[in-house]
């Protein structure tokens, strides 16, 4: 009997120890500099234990002691003067990676978020081999542009265009498209002893939003991705809903809503729109959509000449808020949200349109209709994404890491 109440007093004392020092922990990285008194007050832990938790993870590398109060120039009672500590933000760095069909772009950044380095590579062929290369390429120069060895990276996440599971892995998918756009980027970069998560590419663009984006402050939304076809990415009160096999966001009940019919995103309707627009002679002579060679007519110049007064190119822009309106309609009807953020590269153009669409929503849906708002993160959303989740994920498991040591004075 005694020695089985001394083997669970062990093992309390032991998980109520980790438990103390993953609170520290967490309170460092929401933290600046900080002193014990500091960590004291937001977590009720007592003086001794905070001060040897601070000692220990000095020691393993993960803080740094500042100079006290009284060097730093600050002010203090009598007595000795407060230790100071801080987060070491070069305790590790983190990969985020927007493995896209047709560019594969990397960011390194430290444990705070600040990004080191960017780096991109056009990628032509989509086979499993050719990917994957490209995308250890992209990582490897990320590194080397940012001096991070390969030894200090801690996390990697990566953005797919293909819903993931809970192991990273996607689907086939139609014509095997989503399997070839992860080609198994998961068991890839865990063989490098990373951290490794592998996402969806519209998932990681709404905790982006969420983090730095348009959708601070709000606690259910929906990030609409848009290029050739659009995706989603669900947060609902706080989190983030991702579905039994990582597909709530495909969109393909899309399809079936009438006035929209497919998954086709912004860039892919109005080059189509401005085609055909071309082709039936319904644009004047004069027209940009008319004067401008068919392989360069896209949304930049549809919105260019609507912006002019382009009489069809306005019909374009007024269809596709309809469009639009519908498709919030959907989604803010389905999941109550209280904002809808459309993002990616196309995200800048889109103020006018949303305007339009935003009047239509009213009367598509039940007051209050979610508030319609564009994106000013750009085409690099999925990286910040994908950053921000990398983080994330170390502040999650710290305790089971390994920082990386300090670099030589």
Known sequence: MSRGVTEIDERTAFSQRGVNAATVLDRAWDASAFTASDVIAATGLTRSTVIALCDEFVERGWFAELPNARAAGGEYRKGRPARRYELRADAGAVVGVDAGEHCVTAAVADLRGRELARTHTELD???????????????ERALALAGVPTASVLCIAVGVPAPTDAEGNSPEGEFEFWSRMNPGFAAHFRERGWLTEVENDANLAALAEGAVGAGAGASSYVTLVSGERFGAGYVVDGHLVRGRRGGAGELRMLKLVEGVGSTHG?????????????????????SPLMR??????????????????????????????ERLARICAVLGGLLDVERIVFSGAVAASLAPVLRLAAERLGDLTHPPAPELAASTLGGGVVCVGAVTRAVELVRTNA???????????
């Open 292 to 321: 401008t060679a068919p392989e360069r007519l896209g949304a930049e110049v549809v919105f260019k000449a609507a912006e002019a007064g382009d009489p069809v190119a306005l019909g374009l822009v007024e269809r596709l808020a």
């Open 399 to 409: 305790m089971a890491l390994v920082p990386a040591p300090r670099a030589a004075v």
């Open 125 to 139: 062929p989509d086979g499993a081999v050719q990917r994957t290369a490209a995308a250890d390429a992209t990582v």
């Open 266 to 286: 912004v860039g892919a309707l109005l080059r189509q729109w401005a085609l055909a627009a071309r082709s039936e002679g319904t644009a004047a002579d004069t």
